[in-house]
């Protein structure tokens, strides 16, 4: 099992910028697949990004291309979700996940993501 903790939410003016983080722990060896995702209330949980952990290959959801960024520190176990010229509808609790099969090129869904963190918190005022 892998325990995610995610950290770097809050509340921001459309077009500012927050960088979300998550740390892991546990037995990371077998995750391939690292993943963002987010919930707005009253709508589904929808995948942001993925990457893979040893290859380093990204995905992004159309409507955040462009403007987010994932990363990782293999050392340090950690992800990164760079959020820039953010906007309203970004406004969601976002949640960090690890996968333990490959990211699919980003067409690996929500389903095959075995661990979960509790979520940071993102607010985008107009």
């Known amino acids: 099992q892998v325990q995610l903790v995610e950290s770097g939410g809050g509340s921001v003016q459309a077009g500012g910028s927050l960088r979300l983080s998550c740390a892991a722990s546990?037995?990371?060896?077998?995750?391939?697949?690292m993943g963002w995702f987010r919930q707005a209330p009253g709508k589904e949980r929808e995948k942001v990004a993925t990457?893979?952990?040893?290859?380093?290959?990204?995905y992004y959801a159309d409507p955040v291309k462009g403007r987010f960024t994932i990363s990782q520190d293999n050392v340090k176990s950690a992800l990164f979700l760079q959020m820039n010229n953010l906007k309203p509808e970004d406004t969601a609790m976002y949640y960090c996940?690890?996968?333990?099969?490959?990211?699919?090129?980003?067409?690996?869904?929500?389903?095959?993501?075995?661990?979960w963190g509790l979520g940071t918190q993102v607010t985008v005022s107009s």
């Open positions: 996940a690890a996968a333990r099969r490959s990211c699919g090129g980003g067409g690996i869904t929500a389903g095959y993501f075995a661990d």
């Open positions: 546990g037995n990371t060896y077998n995750v391939y697949c």
């Open positions: 990457i893979s952990t040893l290859g380093g290959s990204t």
